[in-house]
């Protein structure tokens, strides 16, 4: 039972690059999330998908993509890098909702130059 | 927009003594929650306390919550070096479809 998994754990990117980060649980929750996280700024909400084939945007999700590929996995995209996305990424899932008592990744740190 | 926003954003305590974090947050909320995180890991969920109660215990923390107020207090007793890591509360509010808003954190530092 590994929990929520992340990759990569690092990564550095150029500006305009793209990449997908990947997300996956194995505790069939139905709720999923993607945070960032920045210094003195919290965790700020990207995305969530509520439920297998539905996602809606929280309250940063300009830059970014997602897709709910199954129950188990949830991707986020940065089709075009920029240095405001360095950041750290961190998905979770929890069985409800709201994510009360969620479970997050251990986060994937990005750069982007 | 940050719900939360914890006080002290620091505190360093000797190994033994109690630390106590607030959290106070500006709208009606469904529940708080209370999670922490070791430095450069996830966070680890704590404990929930719900709007219609007033204090939560769960082995050496205690939580409590005071919705006229809107604030939210954080005790962990007997306090260990293991203990050290950053504490974020959590707001659910109470209205529409908004999500879980986290507070920018207390980063509490048990001396040895």
């Known amino acids: 039972n590994a929990g929520v998994t992340q990759t990569p754990k690092f990564q550095v990117l150029k500006t305009g690059q793209s990449m997908t980060l990947q997300c996956a649980q194995d505790?069939?929750?139905?709720?999923m999330y993607w945070y960032r996280q920045d210094p003195g700024m919290g965790l700020r909400l990207i995305y969530y998908?509520?439920?297998?084939?539905?996602?809606d945007k929280g309250e940063v999700p300009n830059g970014y993509n997602v897709s709910r590929l199954n129950k188990r996995e949830f991707s986020l995209r940065l089709e075009s890098a920029a240095p405001s996305q360095t950041s750290v990424y961190f998905c979770a899932s929890s069985d409800g909702y709201r994510l009360a008592g969620g479970v997050f990744g251990p986060g994937t740190r990005l750069t982007v130059l | 927009s940050q719900q939360g926003e914890e006080d002290p954003q620091a505190l360093s305590i000797q190994e033994g003594e109690n630390a106590t974090m607030n959290c106070s947050y500006k709208?009606?909320?469904?529940?708080l929650q209370w999670y922490r995180q070791n430095s450069g890991r996830g966070l680890v969920h704590l404990i929930l306390?719900?709007?219609?109660?007033r204090e939560k215990h769960s082995g050496r923390l205690r939580v409590t919550l005071d919705t006229s107020k809107k604030s939210s207090s954080l005790l962990i007793t007997a306090s260990r070096a293991a203990d050290t890591a950053s504490y974020f509360c959590?707001?659910?509010?109470?209205?529409?479809?908004?999500?879980?808003?986290f507070g920018t954190g207390t980063r509490l530092t048990i001396i040895p």
């Open positions: 306390i719900r709007s219609n109660e």
């Open positions: 959590a707001t659910d509010p109470n209205f529409g479809n908004e999500k879980l808003t």
């Open positions: 998908s509520a439920s297998e084939g539905t996602t």
């Open positions: 709208t009606s909320i469904n529940n």
């Open positions: 505790m069939n929750h139905n709720s």
